[in-house]
């Protein structure tokens, strides 16, 4: 799970991360009031879930009252990679002397926790990764042992040499380690962790990413979901137990198995189609969920064919067939369905469609040649 | 031969009286494997199709030699069922539970090492030696035995491509499911080893997807490790940035991960690379 910086600061604050005030707003007005709250010049930042907001222009320093409604008010009619501004973060403008770079992400590799340090902070972390991967100074921390205190004062060191500073940022990842710990995160990130005025380091940004297996440990988070984290369709097809991304294709794809899901879609585009979705129906063969997976898939206007790919084994290929005919009975499907059914209960499942009139494939690359030919 | 299981293979189910620990337990039973006990707290002393039930591993290592463990319980327990399993020395815990969370697999990942013991998953369909033992939940009927070793990160997609073996006369050693969590108990590298030092397996086929570097790694390994021919299928070659494909390891970020990459490092290494699952058993032809 995916949150604003506004929730990130938030959380940063119950943890003693040393985070500005802030406001948010979902309109121009209210951003105006809180502007003038503040006082002095702000700075306005658009509240989406992706990066690059500043070159997209949702980031503006404003002076006035006057001024933040107007800012305020561009920000909110931006569409930023899709995704549409809906609140702003209004918060005093800092002056920054130096930008740092702090981050914290599970690495699958190494299976430690590694921390990122740079005194290069500000730019994308990534390409800094690319273009001077010596920049970035990192820590891997077992879990199990905890941070290596001398290892982590001489890594912190080749960032901050002056030792104010370092104690600060010392303070700051302990923090840090924390919260990833206790609220079960997959990355947590401060860019820039900023040198202000005073000697003082203050995170400026925040980001904070949740591990989606752990969210049942923590009511607590449930009120920084974000619907727009995910499309319509993909919050329908959650609701419904199915794993479901959107795509851009044109050929929508209903599979049992994420693996083979992914493979579908591959093959797909290798015969020159195009996915409209991944969609996984999951292990259990509920007549229901097929019908439901349908339902969604349906609902895209793009979708210009179907193409169902089942590799029976927990799932039974003749609950699948069944789901097919009750969709068939309740819904109108207006485009071509190529059905591939294979494994548990194939004899009986293919039985069921070819009883009406559907024409079933035994092999993948079959029926994929099939379903791109109908686009 | 094979790897890591045999015919004499003795077997427990941890959570055998749930949904899916009772319906596999029969299946794992109908398939030849010696399921020789169940684990359900609260339902020691009760049977399950003749299988003796115990509350613990524990007391069911005081009747029972056990050589492996299968855990089906829901994902909130499946932490402690996997450190009961070690804490019992279990040599060999499967865990198929999917939805673990990645910070207690981090550390069930250390305490399982500490134990000396192996685990397979958790989020994996298992693995199976045909004619000889299965613990999992795939399907017997479309295996054969014989000489080729599957490693996979997947359920399904590994059917398919045993589907492809077995049509094309292509018979299996062991095929394993490692799961497709991004903290996984064992992975490519530590199978790749077993695979190459078993005289009856004669190549390996590997199965990799989108999200971590296992694949680049595993590649590596082979070229400098490998005598046996190794093909590779990896999947996720039209997957978005930024999502996470139903499997929760299954996600490019930062620009890692990506399909592009671990086909790139298998060519590199000499690696056959298939652009679908009927396309192994020609290359694997081709090169053994």
């Given at each position: 799970?995916?949150?604003?910086?506004?929730?990130?600061?938030?959380?940063?604050?119950?943890?003693?991360?040393?985070?500005?005030?802030?406001?948010?707003a979902?309109?121009?007005?209210?951003?105006?009031?809180?502007?003038?709250?503040?006082?002095?010049?702000?700075v306005?930042?658009?509240?989406?879930l992706?990066?690059?907001?500043?070159?997209?222009?949702g980031?503006?320093?404003?002076?006035?009252?006057?001024?933040?409604?107007?800012?305020?008010?561009?920000?909110?009619?931006?569409?930023?990679?899709?995704?549409?501004?809906?609140?702003?973060?209004?918060?005093?403008a800092?002056?920054?002397?130096?930008?740092?770079?702090?981050?914290?992400?599970?690495?699958?590799?190494?299976?430690?926790?590694?921390?990122?340090?740079?005194?290069?902070?500000?730019?994308?972390?990534?390409?800094?990764?690319?273009?001077?991967?010596?920049?970035?100074?990192?820590l891997?921390?077992?879990?199990?042992?905890?941070?290596?205190?001398?290892?982590?004062?001489?890594v912190?060191?080749?960032?901050?040499p002056?030792?104010?500073?370092?104690e600060?940022?010392?303070?700051t990842?302990?923090?840090?380690?924390?919260l990833?710990?206790?609220?079960?995160?997959?990355?947590?990130?401060?860019?820039?962790?900023?040198?202000?005025?005073?000697?003082?380091l203050?995170?400026l940004?925040?980001?904070?990413?949740?591990?989606?297996?752990?969210?049942?440990?923590?009511?607590?988070?449930?009120?920084?979901k974000?619907?727009?984290?995910?499309?319509?369709?993909?919050?329908?097809?959650?609701?419904?137990?199915?794993?479901?991304v959107?795509?851009?294709?044109?050929?929508?794809?209903?599979?049992?198995?994420?693996?083979?899901?992914?493979a579908?879609?591959?093959?797909?585009?290798?015969?020159?189609?195009?996915?409209?979705n991944f969609?996984?129906?999951g292990?259990?063969?509920?007549?229901?969920?097929?019908?439901?997976?349908?339902?969604?898939?349906?609902?895209?206007?793009k979708?210009?064919a179907?193409?169902?790919?089942?590799?029976?084994?927990?799932?039974?290929?003749?609950?699948?067939a069944?789901?097919?005919?009750?969709?068939?009975?309740?819904?109108?499907?207006?485009?071509?369905?190529?059905i591939?059914?294979?494994?548990?209960?194939?004899?009986?499942?293919r039985?069921l469609?070819?009883?009406?009139?559907?024409?079933v494939?035994?092999?993948?690359?079959?029926?994929?040649?099939?379903?791109?030919?109908?686009? | 031969?094979?790897?890591?299981?045999?015919?004499?293979?003795?077997?427990?189910?941890q959570?055998i009286?749930?949904?899916d620990?009772?319906?596999h337990?029969?299946?794992?039973?109908?398939?030849?494997?010696?399921?020789?006990?169940?684990?359900t707290?609260?339902?020691?002393g009760?049977?399950?199709?003749g299988?003796?039930?115990y509350?613990?591993?524990a007391?069911?290592?005081?009747?029972?030699?056990?050589?492996?463990?299968?855990?089906?319980?829901?994902?909130?327990?499946?932490?402690?069922?996997?450190?009961?399993?070690?804490?019992?020395?279990?040599?060999?815990?499967?865990?198929?539970?999917?939805?673990?969370?990645?910070?207690?697999?981090?550390?069930?990942?250390?305490?399982?090492?500490?134990?000396g013991?192996?685990?397979i998953?958790?989020?994996?369909?298992?693995?199976?030696?045909p004619?000889k033992?299965?613990?999992?939940?795939m399907?017997?009927?479309?295996?054969?035995?014989?000489?080729?070793?599957?490693i996979?990160?997947?359920?399904?997609?590994?059917?398919?491509v045993?589907?492809?073996?077995?049509a094309?006369?292509?018979?299996?050693?062991?095929c394993v499911?490692?799961g497709?969590?991004?903290?996984?108990?064992?992975g490519?590298?530590?199978?790749?080893?077993?695979?190459?030092n078993?005289?009856?397996?004669?190549?390996v086929?590997?199965i990799?997807?989108?999200?971590?570097?296992?694949?680049?790694?595993?590649?590596q390994?082979?070229?400098?490790?490998?005598?046996?021919?190794?093909v590779?299928?990896?999947?996720?070659?039209?997957?978005?940035?930024?999502?996470?494909?139903?499997?929760?390891?299954?996600?490019?970020?930062?620009?890692?991960?990506?399909?592009?990459?671990?086909?790139?490092?298998?060519?590199?290494?000499?690696?056959?690379?298939?652009?679908?699952p009927?396309?192994?058993?020609g290359l694997l032809h081709?090169r053994?």
């Amino acid at each position: 799970m995916k949150i604003h910086e506004y929730q990130a600061k938030e959380l940063f604050g119950e943890y003693g991360l040393p985070v500005q005030r802030q406001e948010v707003a979902a309109d121009a007005k209210t951003a105006r009031a809180a502007a003038e709250r503040i006082g002095g010049e702000v700075v306005i930042k658009a509240q989406v879930l992706v990066g690059g907001r500043g070159k997209a222009g949702g980031v503006k320093l404003v002076d006035s009252g006057a001024e933040a409604e107007r800012k305020a008010g561009d920000i909110l009619a931006l569409t930023i990679k899709d995704l549409p501004v809906e609140k702003v973060l209004i918060a005093p403008a800092a002056e920054i002397l130096q930008e740092y770079y702090l981050g914290m992400i599970l690495d699958r590799g190494s299976k430690t926790i590694v921390l990122m340090v740079s005194a290069e902070g500000g730019v994308d972390i990534e390409e800094l990764a690319v273009t001077f991967p010596e920049k970035i100074h990192q820590l891997a921390i077992n879990p199990v042992a905890g941070i290596d205190a001398p290892a982590l004062r001489s890594v912190l060191s080749a960032a901050f040499p002056v030792p104010q500073l370092r104690e600060q940022a010392e303070d700051t990842v302990y923090k840090l380690y924390r919260l990833f710990l206790e609220k079960d995160c997959s990355l947590v990130e401060i860019n820039p962790y900023a040198k202000v005025d005073g000697e003082q380091l203050l995170a400026l940004d925040a980001k904070v990413n949740f591990d989606d297996n752990a969210l049942y440990k923590h009511p607590e988070l449930e009120r920084f979901k974000n619907p727009e984290e995910y499309s319509e369709d993909e919050i329908e097809a959650r609701n419904n137990g199915l794993s479901f991304v959107s795509l851009d294709g044109t050929i929508g794809c209903i599979v049992n198995g994420a693996g083979l899901a992914m493979a579908t879609l591959d093959i797909v585009k290798l015969y020159g189609g195009d996915p409209a979705n991944f969609l996984d129906v999951g292990g259990s063969s509920n007549p229901e969920k097929v019908l439901n997976a349908l339902r969604i898939i349906l609902g895209n206007p793009k979708v210009k064919a179907i193409l169902i790919n089942i590799f029976g084994g927990i799932t039974r290929c003749d609950d699948i067939a069944n789901g097919i005919l009750m969709a068939m009975d309740q819904i109108d499907i207006k485009v071509p369905l190529v059905i591939r059914l294979i494994g548990t209960n194939d004899v009986e499942g293919r039985r069921l469609l070819v009883d009406r009139g559907f024409r079933v494939a035994e092999r993948l690359s079959d029926a994929v040649e099939q379903v791109v030919k109908q686009v | 031969m094979s790897i890591l299981i045999d015919d004499n293979t003795q077997v427990i189910v941890q959570g055998i009286t749930g949904r899916d620990g009772s319906f596999h337990a029969k299946t794992m039973l109908a398939d030849g494997t010696k399921v020789v006990a169940g684990v359900t707290p609260g339902k020691g002393g009760s049977e399950m199709e003749g299988i003796p039930v115990y509350n613990s591993v524990a007391e069911a290592q005081l009747a029972h030699r056990i050589d492996a463990s299968v855990i089906f319980v829901p994902a909130k327990f499946a932490s402690a069922a996997i450190r009961e399993a070690a804490d019992a020395g279990v040599p060999l815990i499967v865990c198929i539970t999917e939805g673990v969370p990645v910070l207690e697999m981090l550390e069930n990942y250390y305490y399982v090492g500490e134990k000396g013991v192996r685990l397979i998953g958790p989020n994996c369909p298992g693995l199976i030696s045909p004619g000889k033992c299965k613990i999992g939940i795939m399907p017997l009927r479309i295996h054969r035995p014989g000489g080729i070793g599957v490693i996979s990160r997947s359920g399904t997609l590994t059917y398919e491509v045993v589907y492809n073996l077995t049509a094309a006369g292509l018979g299996q050693s062991t095929c394993v499911g490692i799961g497709g969590d991004p903290i996984i108990g064992t992975g490519f590298i530590d199978l790749l080893a077993l695979f190459e030092n078993d005289p009856d397996t004669t190549g390996v086929v590997l199965i990799g997807e989108i999200g971590g570097e296992d694949e680049e790694a595993a590649a590596q390994y082979i070229k400098d490790n490998m005598s046996k021919p190794v093909v590779a299928f990896v999947s996720g070659r039209s997957a978005p940035a930024g999502k996470r494909m139903g499997h929760a390891g299954a996600i490019i970020s930062g620009g890692k991960g990506t399909a592009e990459a671990k086909v790139r490092a298998f060519t590199e290494a000499g690696v056959a690379v298939a652009e679908k699952p009927d396309e192994i058993p020609g290359l694997l032809h081709g090169r053994s």
